[in-house]
């Protein structure tokens, strides 16, 4: 069953090329076939099969959403009323969700099939998808490679082809750099474009929903059906509707800046080949490609791991085995059945960044790193500020090398966030970022690269994005 994208495959079943049901069946047999992958914490398959017939006939009558028959992953941070939601750890084993998150609710409002949930690192800490209590996620292009994370599960169900898109969360590179590593597009929106309610706090501040998807067109559907003021989640703001019109782009008015500092010590060559290869057919086309600065890149790791781990240490305080979650057995007191819980139900990424926390938050620190780290993020953002007065769409790589191998940083903590390098300064300026997929290296491993844009200009970026894909690649 070929379609292009998520619209033409609607008019395909309303034309009555595609059956909807065979499709999602289609879906639940390659989901079977590549469960190597590791890819699904949970599948939803009669759930999806039944809705499938639903939503086939709405889609006949003309009555349906923008996203009939969409089959989507959501990653299992998010809440899905009567779904389980883990997290990947083992804190959360035995949950379930008692309500929907708002993104979820706006896909499954516009009649898109969730067909489960995807694994990632636990309590999305990671760049590897390593950090599970379900075990690790292959990278579906070379199996002895990570995939990425933290939202790697959302990633392969989309490079795999097990569903027709994802939605990832994204607190330091979680959508982009997977997306990078598994040669697909994944876009973090501007903070606050979607709700947060009912995703699972990692850093409060830094937390964001987005799509993983085939093509720009399916990333800009699934974000306007997405976006919005929302009364749960007091960051949200209303935005008005993304439609992309990509044909109407005028190359020689889009002003684009690669900072150099994404280009120095540590960028693999092929990768730093590729990216200037393609700057050039962006100056053939006529836009205005320039070279720009961002001096305070050097600081983005160690802002971004001062100030998310300050707040994790906060957000993961309610798992504390009395509320919810797991719960251990063997202790006395009401103190020792806390610290058992923890103990035993956190893996050990999560306790590190709980620890790191804890200690840039304590009194006699707070000042030194906590309060320092805040400064660093508003200068952080001047940066990104005073590029965005030049120049319309900054441009860098997504990661500094293709996805690397199981086990080959996992056991480095600080070699594993520095890969992080290039995806944190968004975060921290709450701004839009994006992953094209552009290339492949020798060993056809997956090149990606990065497009990032001014609050809440994501029209833009992904006109940009857009115009890249089609007449470009
Ligand atoms: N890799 C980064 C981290 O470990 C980003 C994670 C994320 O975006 N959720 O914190």
Same mark, same amino acid.
């Given at each position: 069953m070929h379609y292009k994208n998520i619209t033409e495959k609607i008019s395909l079943i309303k034309e009555n090329k595609i059956s909807l049901v065979e499709n999602v069946k289609d879906f639940l047999n390659r989901i079977e076939q590549r469960k190597n992958l590791n890819a699904f914490n949970f599948v939803f398959g009669d759930e999806a099969l039944q809705l499938a017939e639903i939503i086939e006939q709405k889609i006949k009558s003309g009555n349906h959403g923008k996203l009939a028959g969409s089959v989507i992953a959501i990653k299992d941070v998010l809440s899905y009323k009567n779904h389980p939601l883990t997290c990947s750890s083992k804190i959360l084993s035995n949950f379930t969700s008692v309500y929907t998150a708002t993104a979820v609710q706006k896909l499954i409002d516009e009649d898109a099939i969730i067909i489960g949930? =995807? &694994?990632?690192?636990? $309590? %999305?800490?990671? !760049? !590897?998808n390593e950090n599970s209590a379900f075990g690790p996620v292959l990278n579906p292009i070379d199996e002895s490679r990570v995939p990425g994370g933290s939202s790697g599960g959302s990633a392969v169900a989309v490079a795999a082809d097990l569903c027709d898109a994802s939605l990832g969360t994204d607190t330091g590179g979680s959508i982009r750099q997977p997306a990078a590593f598994c040669g697909i597009y994944g876009l973090k929106p501007t903070y606050g474009r979607v709700s947060r309610f009912g995703l699972t706090a990692f850093a409060s501040s830094f937390d964001t929903i987005g799509p993983f998807a085939k093509n720009v067109e399916d990333l800009c559907l699934i974000l306007d059906v997405i976006s919005g003021k929302d009364e749960n989640d007091s960051t949200s703001v209303d935005f008005s509707e993304v439609k992309l019109q990509a044909q109407n782009i005028e190359a020689k008015k889009i002003k684009i800046g690669y900072p150099k500092e994404y280009f120095a010590e540590g960028l693999d060559s092929e990768i730093k080949e590729k990216i200037f290869s393609l700057i050039n057919s962006l100056k053939n %086309?006529? $836009? &205005?490609v320039s070279e720009i600065s961002l001096p305070m890149t050097e600081y983005n790791i160690a802002a971004y791991y001062i100030l998310t781990t300050a707040e994790a240490s906060s957000n993961l305080a309610r798992y504390d085995g009395a509320r919810y979650g797991y719960r251990s057995k063997n202790s006395d007191t009401l103190e020792e059945m806390y610290v058992n819980s923890? =103990?035993?139900?956190f893996g050990a990424e999560v306790k590190r960044r709980i620890m790191l926390g804890t200690y840039v938050l304590s009194s006699g620190y707070y000042d030194a790193y906590y309060r320092k780290a805040q400064k660093v993020r508003r200068l952080i953002k001047e940066d990104f500020d005073k590029a965005f007065s030049n120049v319309d769409i900054i441009l860098t790589p997504t990661t500094p090398t293709v996805a690397f191998k199981l086990g080959e940083k996992s056991n480095d903590p600080l070699q594993m966030y520095l890969s992080d390098i290039? =995806? =944190? !300064? !968004?975060n921290l300026a709450g701004i839009p970022g994006l992953n094209i997929p552009i290339s492949r290296n020798t060993e056809g491993l997956p090149i990606g690269l990065q497009l990032l844009a001014n609050q809440f200009d994501e029209l833009r970026l992904l006109q940009v994005s857009y115009y890249i894909q089609k007449n470009i690649l």
């Open positions: 949930k =995807t &694994n990632c690192d636990e $309590f %999305a800490m990671g !760049s !590897s %086309a006529g $836009f &205005n923890r =103990t035993e139900g290039y =995806t =944190t !300064s !968004s």
